[in-house]
């Protein structure tokens, strides 16, 4: 079975490294000079530096080419797979669609499968996601992500395929689980960030995840998803990762926030409209969401570290 990744960022070049040790591999790049430059160069200097590309990878503009393949992993980012697919669908419609982004579109309210879905309703769908750096990816360290299939035995099939010497799949049927664990550890990384650019301490970063956790809980539940799902890589792992490194783009926007400092727009920060998104959501469904409600008035500079920490701990008191 043959496996292309269409999107050729960060993370869509470092899945492709790890997957070329299986066997051909195409990456797709919509921009023809950098296809170009990245097949001859054998480097992604733009959005992987520093990572070769092995033999068995092609990259390539030829859109029609790279979605040939029986497996097609989508590496875009969140707010853009919708009009990507919708695009293409002629193209996608026979193939196994993996999502590999993490968020939840702004404008519906969705996550990814459900965005995948929408678009072509008989395709065979699933979602790639967890705790991942794709420069770690890329350097073959050892990873261990969530591939979430509500159909078993097309997650079983693609669990196979997509398993490589240093990438461990877990597989769950749980797709809300997936979605919106992996969507929501972006806005808490966002606010650890900004607790840590603040100099507020280790213990209130603590306090964040911890009640960050129990708000991801709480729409999980709300959408009919698994509890222990929250519990696996897609949550608590990916939470565990993206709140405590400064590999996270989620959380160096936050430090940005937290030091007063500007942060390049141009960079994929997939926790600031999945905040706008969650926020909504959680107001037309009454859901309390404090820490996403405080990361979108960050956002959108209406409330300064001070008091959000002060509104934060007025809280009324209750029980864990
Ligand atoms: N970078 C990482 O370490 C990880 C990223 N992810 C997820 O992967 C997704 C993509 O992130 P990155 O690759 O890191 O971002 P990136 O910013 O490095 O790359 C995004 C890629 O998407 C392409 N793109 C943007 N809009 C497009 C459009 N309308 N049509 C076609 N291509 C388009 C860009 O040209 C670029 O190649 C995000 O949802 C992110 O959360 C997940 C795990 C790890
Ligand atoms: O999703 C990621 C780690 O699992 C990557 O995090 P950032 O998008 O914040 O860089």
């Known amino acids: 079975m043959s496996v292309s990744v269409l999107g050729s960022g960060a993370f869509g070049t470092a899945l492709a490294i790890s997957l070329a040790g299986n066997g051909p591999v ?29 033999e068995t990878l092609t990259v390539t503009s030829d859109l029609e080419r790279a979605a040939q393949a029986d497996t097609i992993l989508l590496a875009v980012p969140m707010q853009t797979l919708r009009s990507f697919v919708s695009a293409h ?10 999502a590999c982004c993490k968020g939840i579109e702004l404008e519906t309210g969705q996550g990814p499968l459900v965005v995948l879905h929408a678009c072509l309703p008989k395709a065979r769908t699933a979602l790639l996601t967890g705790p991942s750096f794709a420069a770690d990816i890329a350097k073959g360290l050892p990873t261990a992500l969530t591939l979430a299939c509500r159909d078993p035995e097309t997650g079983a099939e693609l669990q196979q395929q997509l398993t490589t010497k240093n990438l ?12 919106i664990g992996g969507a929501l550890k972006n806005v808490m990384a966002i606010a650890c960030g900004a607790v840590i650019g603040a100099g507020l301490g280790d213990s209130a970063r603590a306090a964040l ?22 519990a696996g890589l897609s949550g608590f792992g990916d939470l565990t990762l993206t709140c405590s490194s400064e590999l996270s783009r989620n959380y160096r926007l936050g430090l940005a926030i937290g030091r007063n400092e500007t942060f390049d727009p141009s960079i994929t920060v997939e926790g600031a409209a999945t905040a706008r998104a969650v926020h909504a959501e959680a107001q037309t469904r009454n859901l309390d969401m404090p820490i996403t409600a405080i990361v979108v008035a960050l956002l959108d500079q209406r409330l300064t570290i001070a008091d959000a920490t002060a509104q ?9």
């Open 26 to 54: 195409t990456l797709w790049a919509r921009d023809a000079d950098q296809a170009r430059d990245m097949q001859e160069a054998r480097r992604n200097t733009r959005r992987l530096p520093g990572a070769d590309l092995p």
């Open 312 to 320: 934060l701990l007025a809280r009324p008191l209750k029980e864990e």
């Open 209 to 230: 995840m911890t009640r960050g956790y129990a708000e991801m809980q709480r729409m999980a539940l709300a959408s009919g998803a698994q509890p222990d799902t929250l």
């Open 89 to 98: 669908a002629d193209l996608l419609r026979n193939r196994a669609l993996v």
């Open 168 to 179: 461990r799949l877990y597989r769950t049927t749980d797709t809300n689980g997936a979605e």
